[in-house]
């Protein structure tokens, strides 16, 4: 019989999109028993042989493992629980005014009574925190009927120990209040044994005599967890764990499950697992003795089949694109989000733009987060290499060697600063093709201005933007910003234009109009390895994102 949280929360419809809500088993009497004809009707069959390379993984979280930080351990039970039964031990504060007056605490004897003066013993134990005043008060009105005032309350729960054993990460006698939840004793035995230990087998025995099952599903998915007044000698007792299945891709739970029953529909399993809202289709991989069976199935197909101890369950969004979208900035007076269909080409953008007076279609520039990811991952690599070289070089001396050290600690700063650098993703776009060009979802157009300005930075003595003229180099423009600097490798000046194509400056070359001239660092190492890893690394960045770092 599956644990009764776990059968509540896979039965709660609303947890399922709406195909899947709807006759689903709520116990094992009511399941037909699964074969290969019911189970495997209407799909496809992968079998694999032990000698497969495929392997088969699952996350390895349990689910309810995150329990167990040390936040239940801490905390004590409140004394405000109204239903909190009274033990023997427990403190009551009595006060009595007007015609008889008392103020005493008053501590409940071991047959479960507090002697009150006047009145006589009352027996408590038993009772709930909520009922000791309304309890009280008809005792005194047995004596004094009118004229006199009655406060009850409990001030002080009776500190117990209770053994918690099982399978738990530390198993032992904790001592807390009556009135703290079993959650409270098994954080302070370390939680539940990750990869042994039951979150829905959990028995509070006394005197060997079970009084209470836990299931910690009920309060991980329903927030419901059973009050327990615990005496002096109690046990917790951890089962072990039973089955389980692993599910993960297109949920928000993506963990193993436990159940106690021998099978659970694909239903169930993700009423608990809950759905995202793209999620299409369910594969399931199953260990059949020395073998793996694979079984895909839309989420309607597969409400009514059911998994077994070991399933692995993954969810999966098998749409595809109907549009994308794409925005257009920059010098353009339309409409800045576009909404294309799926394989759209630049063209089918290019009718819809409305530029201003001063765009520059031509010099249409594209920027691409798919480009921008590949750029990271490729600068990454780069600087990897290097940074291996850098830490791995070997020195014949103890002069070579300090002089390593040093060019280390710089290479050093220098890897830290390019890591921090994002890539923009721009694609370089040739006017008289980019037509053609096919269109991604998130792609950003930006139609730049025709401007007056050459931006020259760099290794520069004062880095500025210049007033463009015809036929002017890049040394003429660099010599109005006051010349190289010290740093600077005069034979590594690149120009970049406004369409995103980046060059090494040819001699003579003439400077157009919304050029950008960025003039590289020079990579002063004492290896030639190291020179050649800086150096590309620097073209790197200058193309990716038009920064020029120095070392």
């Not at 427990?90 to 003066?117: H, K």
């Amino acid at each position: 019989m599956m644990s009764a949280a776990v059968s509540h929360a896979f039965d709660t419809n609303n947890m399922l999109p709406q195909e899947l809500v709807g006759n689903i088993a709520t116990s094992t009497q009511n399941m037909p028993q699964s074969s290969d004809q019911s189970i495997l009707s209407n799909q496809s069959i992968v079998d694999l042989s032990p000698s497969s390379s495929m392997k088969y993984q699952t996350n390895n979280k349990m689910f309810g493992s995150q329990l167990f930080k040390g936040a239940f351990a801490t905390s004590a039970g409140s004394t405000f629980n109204s239903s909190y039964k009274i033990n023997p031990g427990d403190n009551i504060n009595l006060r009595f005014w007007g015609a008889y007056q008392f103020a005493g605490t008053q501590t409940v004897d071991p047959q479960g009574n507090i002697f009150i003066p006047n009145i006589g013993p009352v027996k408590v134990s038993g009772v709930s925190n909520g009922q000791l005043q309304s309890l009280i008060e008809s005792q005194v009105r047995r004596i004094y009927v009118s004229n006199v005032g009655v406060y009850a309350s409990l001030e002080q729960a009776q500190p117990v120990k209770v053994l918690v054993t099982g399978f738990v990460n530390q198993p032992g006698n904790y001592g807390g209040l009556a009135n703290d939840t079993a959650l409270a004793y098994l954080d302070r035995a370390g939680g539940v044994d990750p990869e042994r230990g039951s979150y829905v087998n959990i028995q509070i025995m006394r005197n060997g005599r079970l009084l209470q099952n836990v299931d910690l599903y009920e309060f991980l998915v329903q927030g419901k967890i059973r009050p327990f007044s615990f005496r002096d000698g109690d046990v917790i007792v951890v089962g072990s764990r039973t089955h389980t299945f692993n599910i993960s891709g297109e949920v928000y739970n993506a963990y193993d499950f436990e159940f106690d029953r021998p099978e659970v529909t694909v239903a169930q399993a993700l009423s608990v697992a809950k759905l995202k809202p793209g999620a299409t289709n369910v594969s399931i991989m199953r260990r059949q003795g020395t073998e793996y069976r694979s079984e895909y199935y839309s989420l309607a197909q597969a409400q009514n089949v059911y998994i077994q101890d070991g399933d692995v369950l993954t969810v999966t969004a098998d749409r595809y694109a109907g549009t994308i979208q794409v925005r257009v900035e920059g010098a353009h007076n339309g409409a800045h989000a576009i909404v294309l269909p799926y394989g759209a080409k630049l063209s089918d953008v290019l009718t819809q733009l409305n530029p201003n007076s001063l765009a520059e279609v031509d010099s249409l520039q594209l920027f691409r987060p798919s480009v921008a990811k590949r750029q990271k991952e490729m600068l990454n690599i780069s600087l990897n290499k290097l940074e291996e070289a850098t830490f791995n070089a070997r020195s014949s001396t103890q002069e070579e060697a300090n002089l390593r050290m040093k060019d280390a600690e710089l290479v050093k700063q220098f890897i830290t600063k390019a890591r921090q650098v994002q890539p923009t993703g721009q694609v370089v776009l040739n006017p008289d093709t980019f037509a053609d060009m096919i269109l991604e979802q998130g792609d950003i157009l930006r139609i730049p201005e025709r401007t007056s300005v050459v931006m020259v930075h760099g290794e520069v003595a004062f880095p500025n933007g210049v007033e463009f003229q015809k036929n002017q180099t890049a040394k003429d423009y660099i010599e109005k910003v006051g010349g190289f600097s010290q740093k600077s490798n005069k034979s590594k000046v690149i120009v970049m234009s406004q369409n995103g194509k980046t060059e090494l400056v040819r001699k003579g070359q003439k400077i157009q109009q919304g050029d950008e001239i960025l003039v590289l660092p020079k990579a002063q190492t004492k290896g030639i390895e190291l020179t050649r890893g800086i150096t590309q690394i620097l073209y790197q960045l200058a193309v990716a994102a038009k920064v020029a770092l120095d070392l």
